[in-house]
């Protein structure tokens, strides 16, 4: 495999000389001049799955200067085998993939001071989604799609000869070897069996997701049944904070003290080091816990499952993921769409974060509207919950989950305190001093989260008004929102498989249906 040593020096980022595969970078500028010719609509995601391919295998951003060496060389190829391109033809072609690579490879990382290839994959899968949740991912957006758009009609101003045996399927696609599958357990209740029972027992969708994927994380059917923590569960010990990450806000967390974990974590110290059957991963011996920026690993393959056993993302070399990887988890792995049209992808768990969800029409998020609050209804297990840093799921709500129900006045709604709400949520957080993916009362854990609890207030105060004077309020915040699948059609789609799922396929139907 040719590699050489190309240096990037991209004012205040990325500024580092790295080995950059060359055969990678010519595959990807292959793949996506194909489509020149050939024309089967799948340019813009064969740009997007090459580069994101690049930046998890080869752990190093691709250089801006090779990428467009590659693409010159490939419109080359192309012209002598189309005699009717003209010299002019050529370098109008060559000129849109220059401004393309710069935005992705070069504005883009530098307007968001991106530091390591994993920062880059998820500033550019958030682009790729359609994100606007800063003001320079809205201009990115704008700039990005105005690229994109200016060389699909270069393209399609041409009539080009399509070369046999192209290989059109995406780098992802061919880059990415089948999983191998692990062997099930006895009794086998399959995905669809487990989630059809569910449904019939009136959880949600998104509920039932949510739990499957928490069950698999933890490699056990206990765990998904053990009751929400409270202010009773002890602090995860054996955890130590070595330092802050590039931003600024999130913590690097390692494990200290193996033992100390295992015997204080809520939902690995009653397993036993023997109660992993074949084909399962030992949770109890490299243990999840929370990681701020951590992702779980995929590839863009449209077969890629979501894998929570092996590292991705920016977060530390621990297991774990952040909140925002969690939810998406949790909609993917039971089929729920993010965005209308949008396939369900693997490597779409880097691409929403926690601000996206306060305003999700507005960030690509179009399978997801905002609740309106009746005098009957509010919130649901199921609703994401969202602040700028942060989102949750509802896991589980009683029928007076705001604690409204002796309200008779407006100035009764002024006094509502968290001590009464009844609902749980699902989450990834640093809770307890690092949990990470648990399930959490809303009483006892909304005074941790000063965020969360002012906004949520806000919202009963709202469902506490549609009470007492029979009216419907569409809360709009601005700094939190709660959201909900609208469960169309347009936004269900074939689910995205986690790896290691046939561990908890002998769970008893209970697990999920409570």
Not at 57 to 86: C, G, I, M, W
Not at 300 to 306: F, G, H, V
Not at 314 to 334: P, Q, R
Not at 418 to 444: L, M, W
Request: proline share 5%; aromatic share 8%; with cysteine.
């Amino acid at each position: 495999m040719r590699k050489y040593l190309l240096c990037l020096s991209l004012p205040g980022v990325l500024a580092a000389c790295a080995p950059q595969n060359i055969d990678a970078i010519d595959s990807m500028a292959s793949q996506t001049v194909s489509d020149i010719a050939c024309k089967d609509q799948k340019l813009e995601e064969k740009m997007w799955d090459g580069i994101k391919s690049y930046l998890i295998e080869q752990k190093s951003v691709p250089s801006a200067d090779a990428l467009k060496v590659a693409f010159h060389t490939q419109v080359a190829k192309l012209a002598d085998a189309n005699p009717r391109l003209t010299s002019d033809d050529v370098r109008r072609i060559q000129g849109d993939l220059d401004k393309l690579v710069d935005s992705l490879l070069v504005e883009a990382p530098q307007g968001e001071r991106v530091q390591t290839s994993e920062e880059l994959l998820t500033l550019l899968s958030a682009i790729d989604v359609g994100d606007r949740s800063t003001t320079f991912r809205s201009y990115m957006q704008d700039r990005v799609r105005s690229d994109f758009t200016q060389l699909s009609k270069t393209v399609q101003s041409y009539e080009l000869d399509c070369p046999a045996n192209t290989g059109n399927s995406s780098q992802g696609e061919t880059a990415t070897a089948t999983p191998t599958p692990t062997p099930s357990p006895t009794p086998n209740y399959s995905f669809e069996y487990q989630k059809q029972q569910a449904l019939a027992a009136g959880v949600p969708l998104a509920v039932f997701g949510e739990r499957w994927a928490f069950a698999t994380a933890y490699q056990s059917c206990q765990a998904v049944q053990l009751a929400p923590m409270n202010n009773q569960t002890e602090d995860l010990k054996g955890i130590q904070i070595t330092g802050k990450h590039s931003d600024g806000v999130g913590n690097k967390r390692v494990i200290a003290s193996l033992s100390q974990v295992q015997t204080t974590h809520p939902y690995i110290k009653g397993m036993s080091s023997s109660g992993y059957g074949e084909g399962c991963f030992n949770v109890r011996s490299s243990p999840l816990i929370y990681d701020y920026g951590g992702k779980p690993y995929a590839t863009t393959a449209s077969t890629s499952p979501i894998d929570f056993f092996k590292n991705n993302g920016s977060g530390t070399s621990v297991l774990g993921v952040d909140c925002s990887a969690y939810i998406y988890t949790s909609m993917a792995t039971a089929g729920l769409r993010m965005k209308e049209g949008r396939a369900l992808k693997a490597s779409d768990s880097w691409a929403w974060g926690s601000t996206s969800y306060v305003e999700p029409q507005s960030n690509g998020l179009t399978c997801l509207s905002k609740i309106s609050i009746t005098a009957s209804t509010s919130i649901k297990p199921g609703d994401i919950v969202a602040v700028p840093g942060h989102v949750l799921m509802i896991d589980r709500a009683g029928s007076d989950p705001f604690g409204i129900a002796s309200a008779k006045t407006t100035s009764d709604c002024s006094n509502l305190s968290v001590t009464n709400f009844d609902f749980s949520v699902a989450q990834s957080s640093p809770s307890k001093e690092g949990v990470g993916i648990n399930h959490f009362e809303a009483r006892y854990y909304l005074p941790t989260s000063e965020k969360m609890q002012a906004g949520l207030l806000k919202y009963a105060y709202y469902a506490c008004l549609a009470k007492v004077n029979s009216k419907t309020y569409t809360p709009n915040l601005g700094t939190l929102s709660v959201v909900r699948h609208k469960g169309t059609t347009a936004c269900m789609d074939k689910r995205v498989a986690v790896a290691r799922e046939s561990c908890i396929q002998a769970c008893p139907t209970s697990s999920f249906a409570n």
